[in-house]
Nanobody, 115 residues
């Protein structure tokens, strides 16, 4: 079983930056498919960024060019660098990992973009 703990959320002004981190327990992290999702109030959960099992990076158009996903396999940590944040990016951000036996989720970290 995989446990995921997110950190790095907070309040930021429009145009600002944040870096989210997600620490994963256990071994095998380097071969997991991983990703970040978000859920804004009244909206469905949506994919923000992902790394497939073969290393392909995926971003929706809404964050492409502003968000960057990366991983540190030596420290079992997933990152999401978010630049040029907009009020529409306000949401709870969740870390996801798929070792091959199903999806695991963190509890989420709140990101609020407001002046």
């Amino acid at each position: 079983q995989v446990q995921l703990v997110e950190s790095g959320g907070g309040l930021v002004q429009p145009g600002g930056s944040l870096r989210l981190s997600c620490e994963a327990s256990g071994s095998g992290f380097s071969i997991y498919a991983v990703g970040w999702y978000r859920r804004a109030p009244g909206k469905p959960r949506e994919l923000v960024a992902a790394i497939t099992r073969d290393g392909k990076l995926m971003y929706p158009d809404s964050v492409k060019g502003r968000f960057t996903i990366s991983r540190d396999n030596a420290n079992n940590t997933l990152y999401l660098q978010m630049n040029d944040l907009k009020p529409g990016d306000t949401a709870v951000y969740y870390c996801n990992a798929d070792p091959g036996d199903g999806d695991y989720w963190g509890r989420g970290t709140q990101v609020t973009v407001s002046s």
